[in-house]
């Protein structure tokens, strides 16, 4: 499998006005800066692994011409290639190889989307759901991150499994393990919501205002405010969550210093700490029921494979037999 380029797509949606105070980094910059960093994070999977895919999609395709020659010999590359890999490093085990980005964005007010999720209630309670569903999907301010990962640990053994097969004379088995093996790649999605990345801009602006400009300083606190109300009425945050009381509390007590002796310093940063503790949060939850999500399938396959073992000892105790 070649491996595609980050893609990077920016759907503005630009549907509903506001009036709230703008960062001095505007959203769209915001975003390249949040791809910049999520492409520098991304490691490229080893150059073996992609011939090894590749390999494996030709041996695929040369079994479809019933080319079974070639399959073989392809199979067969795939499979040095992952045993060279795994050699220069027996701790590989998901391996990411893929990496996909879409932005949309949504310029709503807290109020609108307030307004939105009432109309679409009445709908619910309607039965009207077609109508609901439609009014629901411009509510998303966020950037999607979609990773597909190669499970080590089961496809390099598929690919020889695979040739085993193919050898045996069996080009039916041969195609049904390779496809029980690309069912196993991991789609893993991640979701950054606009409006924390915003929050957190606003913040950093505030911070760096001369102690006189009360006026703008409480402007852009106010603004960080409605945008993390915005990521709670929007279902990325939890306003009843510790971090996110915490978070409030702290632009509270800014707002209340600066009007004033302004000694703010040090209540910025438990400000910025309180925010990426709730950033850290959101993530760690994703992460959680991402692992969860993969720890459920490694046991259901690890049933499969205690199973399919317990069949070739039988077989093989049977041949001993004779």
């Known amino acids: 499998m070649k491996k595609t380029l980050l893609l990077s797509t920016l759907t503005a949606g630009l549907l509903f006005s506001t009036t709230m105070l703008q960062a001095k980094t505007d959203t ?18 080893p150059k073996e692994i992609e011939e090894a895919l590749k390999a494996s999609s030709l041996a695929m395709q040369s079994l479809q011409h019933k080319k079974v020659d070639e399959a073989k010999k392809q199979f067969k590359i795939a499979t040095e290639k992952f045993d060279l890999t795994l050699k220069n490093d027996p ?21 609108e989307i307030k307004h939105i999720l009432t109309s679409t209630q009445e709908l619910l309670s309607q039965y009207k759901l077609n109508k609901a569903r439609a009014s629901l999907t411009p509510l998303k301010d966020e950037m999607d991150i979609e990773t597909v990962s190669l499970p080590m640990k089961v496809f390099p053994i598929a690919t020889k499994d695979a040739l085993k097969a193919l050898n045996k004379g069996d080009t039916k088995g041969a195609m049904v393990i390779m496809a029980e093996a690309y069912n196993t790649f991991l789609i893993e999605n991640a979701v950054i919501p606009l409006p924390l990345l915003k929050a957190q801009d606003l913040i950093a602006d505030a911070s760096s205002l001369d102690k006189n400009k009360k006026e703008e300083a409480t402007k852009l606190l106010d603004g960080a405010k409605e945008e993390l109300e915005r ?33 703010v310093e040090k209540l910025y940063d438990k400000l910025k700490e309180d925010f990426v503790s709730l950033v850290h949060k959101n993530k760690a939850e994703k992460a959680e029921k991402n692992v969860n999500k993969y720890e459920q399938k490694e046991a259901i396959k690890a049933r499969k494979e205690t199973g399919k073992f317990l069949n070739e000892a039988k077989k093989d105790e049977s041949k001993t037999i004779k």
Not at 30 to 37: D, H, R, Y
Not at 93 to 109: H, K, Q
């Open 231 to 263: 990521a709670n009425v929007l279902g990325y945050t939890n306003k009843h969550s510790p971090e996110y009381k915490a978070l409030l509390d702290s632009i509270d007590a800014i707002k209340k210093e600066i009007k004033g002796k302004n000694v």
């Open 28 to 45: 769209k910059t915001l975003v390249k800066q949040q791809i910049t960093q999520t492409q520098k994070n991304f490691k490229k999977a």
């Open 91 to 111: 701790t590989l085990n998901i391996v990411p190889l893929d990496e996909r980005i879409a932005v949309f964005e949504n310029l709503a007010s807290v109020k």
